[in-house]
């Protein structure tokens, strides 16, 4: 810390108690009191240097009083600044420091300790002090702005605030490359003992990290209005978002308790969260975040998903204004496919409980997001297929949202206080072209049907229909089809499409086999060359080709025997129940027909097992092919 020694003479001060006593050999005449304090003194040295002092003296001894006694309630810095500026009255050694010099600057201000009553007097020692010294560095500056709190009308009048702001935004937004030997981290400028060196010299200063974050934590020990202020001349002297945002995000940190407790351990910045220096009541946290929240830029990515969700989760626990809570939601919306299942999983801190999880919140995040992709033309379905939709790098981000939001309705589907129309908007939320695949959502309907057994037929299929069954993988087919708590409409249009993709995928196959065959003549002759290596993939495809056929093979059987359970379980119905209870099961399934439902049935499975029989053919094909592949030929 830098300093400046005034004064030549050797302490003659020593206290007794709550009384101060200088030792001149000559008698006090006068007695200043300082709050508790009071200091035994003589007149001449006070009144040659101050103005303020010789007026009250004179005011005093007016009155005819055998000892002049003054009072002096008001003195920037209290008892402690008075002592100081007493010694320099008397020509005492002491220190000017970035600790003091504000209250003495604003204690000689007060007490007129101009030019007027003495060469060199303390305004002009204090003010050159702060000018050459204070504010040409970074560390003493930010302590005298400091200091400024404890007299901030004192320092505001006397513009020590604003200068001690603007030089620390200065090398705040300067880049740190630019500063050279202070703000290196290693170098040759650097003495073994860790100081900097300059010329040679030992500054006594300690090097600094050169990255732009390197000012984060000096300045988060500021009080928020002092924090606010210079965040704001940082802004006026166009520091870069990013840059400010991280700041903003270090300071609530230290000050918000909830916000660390969630922090990940693989946050980006490896810069650790100093403690509070004293713990916020709930109240100042509150107005902390809402002025977090007013100064941080609206801008996608300045700051994680992960701090956002730990703002809202705060303002939500605090009851922060509406507003605030708003603007978080949109904040987060604009970066939502970034976030995590665990970001998105917070607790309903409302008091009517209504629902474990904040299923509202998240409702509208989502709105938030979509009506942002919209704005940014990332939905435009009706005009490409399946295919080029999935692999379209303008819908990656409502991609992930949407599993996002699948797994988080998984995740909240067990709670039995979760209404169905709540379950249902924000599952009918996301598009349905952003999900390639409805197995996720599959998932969280059969929990939500599982944990939700009092529902009608009627909901249950209004709930079933938010999946397209076209889009099931052939593994959710095959336990929707078996799935007792589906409708049984949902269940036959199931067995359909799954009897589909079974068949595209046999026709597939046989595609492949028929091009495994046209170039069975080419690998025969690149066989020789590659030393065997046409012989091994060639095995290898048909291992693989063999295993894929059997299982479709199994697969097709187990759908004939549960199609033909079907057909003989609605014959027995219509013979039972005659010709209308027949036309209500066929209206309730969608056919017109008993004869064209079962022809339909027949055909296909006429169809499979012609599918059957030309993949054994396939297969004794490779067999003989194999064969002649051996190396004995």
């Not at 209004?462 to 078996?482: F, N, P, V, Y």
């Not at 004869?595 to 029989?613: D, H, L, P, R, T």
């Amino acid at each position: 810390m830098a300093c400046m020694k005034l004064g030549s003479k050797s302490d003659a001060f020593h206290r007794q108690g709550q009384a101060w006593f200088c030792t001149t050999g000559l008698p006090s005449d006068i007695i200043v009191e300082v709050g508790e304090m009071s200091f035994h003194l003589h007149k001449f040295p006070l009144l040659s240097r101050s103005g303020g002092l010789e007026r009250l003296i004179a005011e005093a001894s007016e009155e005819g009083d055998e000892k002049c006694v003054i009072n002096l309630p008001d003195i920037p810095g209290g008892a402690k600044t008075f002592e100081l500026l007493a010694k320099f009255c008397y020509g005492v050694k002491l220190e000017l420091t970035s600790s003091n010099v504000v209250y003495l600057r604003c204690a000689a201000e007060h007490l007129e300790m101009t030019e007027e009553y003495g060469e060199d007097n303390l305004i002009m020692q204090t003010e050159t002090f702060l000018n050459q010294v204070v504010l040409r560095n970074w560390k003493d500056s930010l302590k005298a702005l400091q200091t400024c709190d404890d007299i901030l009308p004192y320092a505001e009048e006397l513009h020590i605030t604003k200068k001690c702001i603007e030089s620390l935004a200065t090398k705040a937004c300067t880049d740190p490359n630019l500063f050279g030997w202070p703000m290196m981290e290693h170098g040759p400028m650097q003495s073994p003992g860790g100081s900097v060196l300059w010329n040679g010299i030992s500054t006594g200063a300690r090097p600094k990290n050169s990255s732009s974050d390197w000012w984060y934590e000096d300045v988060s020990i500021l009080s928020l209005p002092l924090y606010k202020r210079l965040i704001s001349v940082m802004e006026s002297r166009g520091i870069r978002q990013e840059i400010l945002a991280g700041s903003l995000a270090f300071y609530a940190k230290r000050y918000l308790p909830g916000l660390n407790r969630r922090q990940a351990a693989s946050e980006s910045s490896s810069r650790s969260i100093p403690l509070a220096l004293a713990q916020l009541s709930e109240e100042d946290q509150k107005i902390l975040l809402e002025d977090i929240d007013r100064l941080l830029p609206m801008q996608k990515g300045l700051v994680t998903t992960k701090f956002l969700f730990g703002l809202l989760r705060t303002a939500l626990i605090l009851k922060a204004s509406p507003s605030c809570i708003s603007t978080l939601e949109k904040r987060i919306g604009m970066q939502l496919d970034q976030a995590t299942l665990e970001d998105l999983l917070m607790p309903n801190f409302s008091y009517s409980m209504e629902t474990l999880y904040n299923v509202d919140c998240v409702q509208r995040i989502v709105e938030h997001f979509l009506a942002l992709d919209q704005i940014t033309g990332g939905a435009s379905p009706c005009s490409v297929d399946d295919e080029q939709l999935i692999g379209s790098p303008s819908l990656t981000p409502i991609t992930m949202v949407a599993k996002l939001i699948d797994g988080y309705l998984a995740e909240v589907a067990p709670d039995v206080n979760l209404k169905l129309p709540k379950f249902q908007a924000l599952a009918a939320a996301v598009p349905e072209y952003a999900r390639p695949l409805d197995d996720g959502l599959y998932r969280a309907i059969d929990i939500y049907l599982k944990s939700h057994p009092w529902l009608a037929e009627s909901d249950r299929e209004q709930l079933c229909r938010l999946m397209d069954c076209q889009k099931l993988s052939l593994e959710a087919c095959t336990h929707a089809a078996q799935n007792e708590r589906l409708p049984l409409r949902i269940i036959v249009q199931v067995l359909f499409f799954e009897q589909l993709q079974l068949r595209t995928s046999i026709a597939g196959c046989f595609l492949v086999s028929d091009n495994l065959d046209g170039s069975r003549q080419l690998r025969s002759g690149l066989a020789g060359s590659t030393e065997g290596g046409g012989w091994v993939t060639a095995v290898r495809e048909n291992q693989v080709l063999k295993v894929g056929m059997d299982n479709m093979r199994m697969r097709v059987s187990e759908l004939e025997k549960e199609c033909s359970s079907m057909r003989q379980e609605i014959e027995k119905l219509g013979k039972s129940k005659g010709s209308s209870t027949w036309g209500n099961v066929s209206k309730k399934f969608g056919f017109k027909m008993k004869s064209q439902m079962c022809s339909a049935q027949e055909g296909s499975i006429s169809n499979q097992n012609n599918v059957s029989a030309k993949a054994v053919k396939a297969k004794d094909r490779h067999g003989k092919h194999k064969k002649s592949l051996s190396p004995d030929r």
